[in-house]
């Protein structure tokens, strides 16, 4: 079974960056979209980034110009890069792969970012 493991959340201050990883144990990690979703407290998931196979990437507005998705497919890891960081993106984040308007794997643990001057 494929597991997805999300680290590098921590806390931070506004204005500052964070990076985080998301390790994917799948034989086909190189060719697969891969996404990074946020769940904030009392929200439902939102999803925020995404990036194809191929690289192209695309982002939510929320996140857009702040936020940089990227993969390292020899280590089956997708990055999201957060920089500019504000209150708003304190949330639980976690990474997944799209199949049918749905998650493709069970859903990892999540890493937790906190924002806090």
């Known amino acids: 079974q494929v597991q997805l493991v999300e680290t590098g959340g921590g806390l931070v201050q506004p204005g500052g960056s964070l990076r985080l990883s998301c390790v994917v144990s799948?034989?086909?990690?190189?060719?697969?979209?891969m996404d990074w979703y946020r769940r904030a407290p009392g929200k439902q998931r939102e999803l925020i980034s995404r990036?194809?196979?191929?690289?192209?990437?695309t982002y939510a507005d929320s996140v857009k110009g702040r936020f940089t998705i990227s993969r390292d497919n020899g280590k089956n890891t997708v990055y999201l890069e957060m920089n500019s960081v504000k209150f708003e993106d304190a949330a639980v984040y976690y990474c997944?792969?799209?199949?049918?308007?749905?998650?493709?794997?069970?859903w990892g643990q999540g890493t937790q970012v906190t924002v806090s001057s």
């Open positions: 799948s034989d086909v990690f190189s060719v697969i979209t």
């Open positions: 997944n792969a799209p199949l049918g308007g749905g998650p493709m794997y069970p």
């Open positions: 990036i194809t196979g191929g690289g192209i990437t």
